[in-house]
């Protein structure tokens, strides 16, 4: 399944880095990543190589995440869920699928939800779940909490849903949630 990161231009972020296919030509003429916020620990990709190009460029995650990096030389920053932890961009902890994982709430535009490793969309196809082999011992017990999860999103403002896993759906984002989680 296509891999996904994405820039939030006015807040500077990019989420769940990796270095762009066209190279980091792609920044020119925009304002640079400033930080670059991790929706799950294991999704650090091209962190490194946005520190390389961007001086200063700091990384985030759930605090909860923060053991992943212990004892190597990756410096991040930790957040709860509830934080800012950008301008316009809030985190909201969806941990059923590990306990580091979140949703991020972006108000700019139309506003947007980007999710980490527990809602996924295969290309033109209908938002669901990872398969059960990744979703832990216990897949009903995780579906159920992440459905519980995505439904409280429903009291927020957006219509992008964002995937680190698989195709956005710019427009529509709404309704496609409030459906998928109502047959929850």
């Given at each position: ?10 807040a ?11 190279g ?19 999704h ?10 961007f ?26 869920g ?10 909201v ?27 996924v ?7 669901g ?15 159920a909490?992440?459905?519980?999860a ?13 995937f ?11 309704a496609?949630?409030?459906?998928f989680?109502s047959?929850?």
């Amino acid at each position: 399944m296509r891999v996904c990161s994405y820039y939030v231009e006015p807040a500077g972020v990019v989420i769940d880095p990796m270095v762009p296919d066209d190279g980091f030509e792609v920044f020119d003429g925009h304002t640079p990543p400033q930080q670059a916020i991790l929706t799950i620990r294991h999704h650090y990709r091209g962190c490194d190589e946005f520190r390389e190009r961007f001086d200063g460029l700091t990384v985030a995650c759930s605090a909860t995440g923060l053991h992943e990096f212990e004892g190597t030389d990756r410096v991040v920053e930790g957040f709860n869920g509830g934080d800012e932890v950008a301008p316009g961009i809030t985190a909201v902890g969806t941990d059923a699928i590990s306990p580091d994982d979140v949703t991020l709430h972006i108000a700019h535009g139309g506003g947007a939800l980007a999710f980490g490793d527990g809602l996924v969309r295969p290309p033109g196809g209908p938002l669901g779940f990872v398969p059960d082999n990744l979703i832990g011992d216990d897949p009903e017990t995780v579906k159920a909490a992440l459905y519980d999860a995505y439904r409280g999103l429903l009291e927020r403002d957006f219509d992008t849903l964002l995937f680190a896993h698989g195709e956005p759906l710019v427009g529509g984002g709404y309704a496609a949630l409030k459906e998928f989680v109502s047959a929850g």
